[in-house]
């Protein structure tokens, strides 16, 4: 295994807790072979310690197939050789199994926080996978300057200040941001807009902020207000409030009816925060609480977020790749790939005994560097929290199924529809964008049978057509897209990238006859002759009212009624495509408009075009400055300042 950065535990204790290497292997052919499976497996076990680790199994291209923890390596691994003991779905994977890594750690937990850091980078096959691309947002109240700045923060945790979270939504997280707003007038601006105001701006006037940016409060009373809101939002929420009543009565008492209105206004906010959840958490404290329901051999588990007694939302994950798992393993499983995103409160609540609950506690405890315990309620409020759980991951279930169900029928209607010989489970739809000609995109959304799958998007820069030619642009990308299927038909080897490596069922285009025929013609001309094509265009009024025309490779057009259910989900999927390309035109355009000349001369950085900028104004002053003018620029050393202006007069 490559020693690069890409492929180490990215932990920062690393080099103390882990010790990756590459275990023996044979070699063999890609297709599965049971026997090279376990000739592989053994070869390997004779290699290692019986010490705490994970391993890894890859194929013969070297996908990961699987990613497991062993207390002893050595023992856990040898048991892949015991076919017979083996279900059907390990004895595949073992099948397709050529090699094996291993990384040891100093114990199991280790090895259990490890593991999770694996499968949520690899998404392994034959691992039960927390399918859930969108981060957790937090609230953060920074602590980096007098006036601390609160708002909304996702991704990595570096700025200094308290975060508070995690919250299961943005449209969680931003009500209460704005009652907050209202509770405590704390500024939501960044530094920048801060220290340029010379009036306040309209948050204040509307009373959600107390305009500290022109004095309007000192610093001693942002920072009690900045008290109350930590307060607040640690758990101390009655105490804030009673506070606010007392001085509320205290100002109603002096005829200050004004500041009265104000503290009303506040409190009514406060009130707000508590009355909009759904979940009563009052008592519980810091706490996620997580119930699993199963049917029709789907999962879903519910998982309401607790901190500070407040429920700060609740929302349901389907894993995946839970066939012939235990439903306590599988509940193992998504509570420890999902604690690899969030940070664990001091307790976790479950609807079952889990497995190995002791050493998932410890992991935990070690990921957190606080006590973690994992309890199953049986009386009182956390009962009828976890209760009510349990109601919410049955409800979500029967959702999904039956949307699956329906998205099932769709899918035969599709294919009904389209003259296929089954169902498609990949759908591929193009589009391009571009303003005469210029800046042109293309991209590719894809479909699934659970609907878009976005980690399979592409964009394509245009990189042929330089007119306005729709037609020349969609074949450019039709030959990027297959060109590598076109030569590897069997997909095993060349590019590794899954959309080059996979056929679609079905490729839908946005467009009317012209881009059918191109497409047909440049996917013959490839040698490609069995890709079902159909394109939509919209009808003559150009509406939504029903009148897209769909296109077939063979001239022959079809329409569907307009109330029709598959129409609906045909011009969401052509919908879809479109969006995704007007945003990724639009963000090269914009990229195109802040771009500088001197974007172009090799070796300039950021930090020299913004020194060089600086000093002479503009870019054509750079560019007729003299050798000596440069040198003297802030920041600019000799030899930069040579490189600068051999690029401009390198033909004078």
Known sequence: MSDSKANRPHDPRGKERFNEERAAYTVASAQPDLEAGVNAIRETVRTLPPRPGVYRMLDARGDVLYVGKARSLKARVANYTQINALTNRLQRMVSQTRRMEIVTTNSEAGALLLEAQFIKRYRPPYNVLLRDDKSFPFILLRADHAFPRIHKHRGARRAKGNYYGPFASAGSVNKTLNALQKLFLLRSCTDSFFNNRDRPCLLYQIKRCSAPCVGRIDEDGYEDLVRQAKDFLGGKSS????????????????????????????????????????????????????????????????????????????????????????????????????????????????????????????????????????????????????????????????????????????????????????????????????????????????????????????????????TNDDFGMMREVMQRRFRNLAENPDGEEGKRNSHETVWPDLVLLDGGKGQMSTVRDTLAEMGIDNVPLIAIAKGPDHGREGREVFHFPDGREKTLPVNSPLLFHLQNLRDEVHRYVIGAHRAKRSRAITASPLDEIPGIGPARKRALLLHFGTAGKVRAAALEDLKRAPGISDAVAQQVFDFYHAGA
Not at 292 to 317: C, D, E, M, P, S
Request: aromatic share 6%; with cysteine.
């Open 239 to 466: 105490s804030v409030q009673q506070d606010l009543e007392k001085q509320m009565a205290e100002a109603a008492e002096k005829l200050d009816f004004e500041t009265a209105a104000i503290l009303r206004d506040r409190l009514r906010a406060a009130t707000f925060i508590q009355g909009s959840q759904a979940v009563n958490a009052s008592g519980v404290g810091d706490a996620d609480v997580f119930a699993l329901a199963a049917k029709g051999g789907q999962i879903a588990v519910q998982a309401f977020l607790i901190r500070g007694g407040q429920n700060w939302g609740h929302r349901a994950f389907f894993p995946t790749h839970t066939q012939d798992v235990d439903k306590d393993e599988v509940l193992a499983r998504v509570i420890m790939q999902f604690y690899e995103e969030v940070p664990p409160p001091r307790t976790v609540l479950v609807d079952r005994e889990l497995p190995e609950a002791e050493l998932l506690a410890q992991a935990l405890c070690e990921a957190a560097e606080h006590k973690v315990e994992i309890s199953v309620p049986q009386r009182g409020d956390r009962r009828r929290l976890m209760e009510q759980a349990q109601r919410n991951s049955v409800d979500a279930l029967d959702r999904r199924l039956a949307e699956t169900g329906t998205k099932a029928k769709l899918n035969r209607d599709l294919a009904e529809f389209l003259e296929l010989e089954e169902p498609p489970q990949r759908i591929e739809i193009y589009d391009n964008s571009h303003i005469q000609g210029a800046k042109a995109v293309g991209a590719m959304v894809v479909a699934g049978p659970d609907g878009f799958e976005k980690a399979q998007y592409r964009k394509f820069n245009i990189k042929s057509a330089q």
